[in-house]
């Protein structure tokens, strides 16, 4: 059981691969919320070929943000949001945190549904059995760790990926079933745009998650090779599923990916379907599993940025708990079609945490270049603030910029769109103005930092941390 959580991961403690990460990203992928996705577009009457598309465009821009931020980690040791200490300040982070927070709950009330509505349909499985199952499952990876989240991920690929491909070879065979269109299908840009952001924000929203599974790795982890492993790991089993999730609503007519599943499979072959929807299902709850432990670290970071902490073994789990026990409780009450929850989550997640993305990308790769105080990350009286406002107000900003261009799915009886957006026949293009806006601005007003007092910062951390290494008595704050 992994006994580490927010704190700096020591050089004796670094341990892995870089081609570990291909498999634990591929398999992150390789389920079918990922199918789900490709049903966006259809579901607004896209034809197939746009659809698929518009989810390779967006996976493969969604992916890029994603695998820059992985190779943070080995550079620095620390889990993704107390390293955005830097661009927010101590408890200025607070602020993107909630955001986050948000992310890793909304896709596990996303995969309780999905989870629940699926077997239910499939088997015919009770909803509540299913639920508390998957949630025991992703509470039980989630406190054992790192590690094992690694050692599963890399197992349950081994098994689903022959199943998979002989779906998938069935499919372009013609063995797996479908039927001639008869429902009536029509190019839009909106939905063209809806499916490209949706496929956008499936990667894009795993960008707080990734160094939190590259952190372990030595800092000589050639950051080349392991943006690589990610970005390929990550794109290729969205860009797959994302395609196959269109053929299944657009040639099965289906509206839920596991009865799709189980459909193209039996046709393929007796039992392969149920074998392909039951490892898909594992595979989502191993996700949960990864949800549940990044929203750790991240009610973890908050608490310590408003009263020190030193997080031990049941700090993790009581707060696994919590979570699991939050996310079950709304997932219960969510009674909408899969497809629009998966859709609306994703929507709401992208909006969030697009402007985070970019502010930390910018400080990283274009600002401070990859050299941190460390130390100073863990101490209000750091370097780097307790409330930092360039990053604030870049964040700030960015929102706003993207209000104007945003179309919200239903919200209960609630939706939204911008006057921007109207003018652009409800095409949502939000996220990349606030992309640009959130870029442009904190890299402006970056500008105007003390260099000098950070570069001080900076050789006094390595000091610290390298007498720490040592096995001398220095406090990392």
Known sequence: METRSIDWVPDSERHGHVWHQGPLWFLGNFQYFTVAVGF???????????????????????????????????VLGLPQMIQSRAQFGYRGVIVVLTATLFTYLGFNVADQVLLSQGLHSVFGWSPLAVAIAA???????????????????????????????????????????????????????????AQFSAAAAYNITYAPYVSDYSRYLPRTAPARALIASVFFGASGSAVWLIALGGWLAVRLGVSDGLVGLRQAGDHVLTGLGAATALLS???????????????MLTVLTGIDSVRKINPRRAARVITILALAVTWYAVGSLVSQNAVATVFTALTLMLYLLVPWTATNLVDFFFVRRGHYAVTD?????????TWSWRGLTAYALGIAAEIPFMVLPNLGQWSYTGPAARQLADTDISWLVGLLVTSLVYLAI???????????????SEQRLNAWQDGRAVHLG
């Open 281 to 295: 299902v594992l595979s989502l709850g191993a996700t949960m599993g990864m949800n549940a432990y990044g929203g």
């Open 135 to 193: 949630t025991l499952l992703a509470v039980v990876l989630a406190i054992y760790g790192h590690d094992w989240l690694h050692r599963v991920f890399r197992w349950l690929l081994y098994v689903s990926l022959p199943l998979m491909l002989l779906l998938t070879a069935g499919v372009l065979t013609g063995q797996a079933g479908g039927h001639t269109v008869h429902q009536h299908f029509a190019f839009t840009w909106s939905a063209f745009f």
């Open 40 to 74: 966006v577009g259809p579901s607004l009457g896209l034809p197939l070929g746009p659809t698929v598309l518009a989810g390779v465009l967006g996976i493969v821009v969604g992916t890029l943000f994603m695998a820059f931020h992985a190779s943070q980690g080995p």
């Open 377 to 385: 990350l863990f101490t209000r009286s750091g370097v780097y603030g």
């Open 446 to 460: 970056s500008r105007f930092r003390d260099r000098a007092a950070e570069q001080a910062a900076v050789e006094r």
